[in-house]
């Protein structure tokens, strides 16, 4: 009987581990200058995850925050609204495409997009965000990094 339980023990420790070992942890820089000189950028802007992986938005300069935009993530995703100055992480457990904004400079076109997986069955709702015109520019930038 003690075989049993130790080898049931195992497998589930196995299983256990072996899952949480697949998910990879990412960051995201919230800064107020890129490496690319622009004023007000998520750094990576454009980042590609598999469902299971967490994004953590590290508030690296002051007046930042990170939030999903209205109607820009997959059906059935959960949204996230981190506060200013804070660090947040988000689990992305639904495949699609994810577009977000830091709140206060959204104007100025501090948006960002993380695809999740393979899919982007949802990207014509990506593209028809009714967002300020220089974050309109930066998500199409984005939008071509899309891997099909």
Known sequence: MNINKTACFAAVAV??????????DHE????????????????????????GDTVTFVATDKSHNSE???DGIPEGATDWKGKINEEITVTFDVEGLYAYKCTPHLGMGMVGLIQVGEDSSNLEAVESL???????????????????
């Open 15 to 24: 299983s256990v581990f072996a899952s949480g070992a697949l998910a990879a």
């Open 68 to 70: 999903s935009l209205k």
């Open 28 to 51: 995201v820089q919230m800064l107020n200058r890129g490496s690319n000189g622009q004023p007000m950028q998520f750094e990576p802007a454009f980042l590609r995850v598999e469902p």
């Open 130 to 148: 009714k967002i300020p015109p220089k974050a309109k520019g930066l998500m199409e930038e984005l939008i071509a990094q899309i891997e099909p």
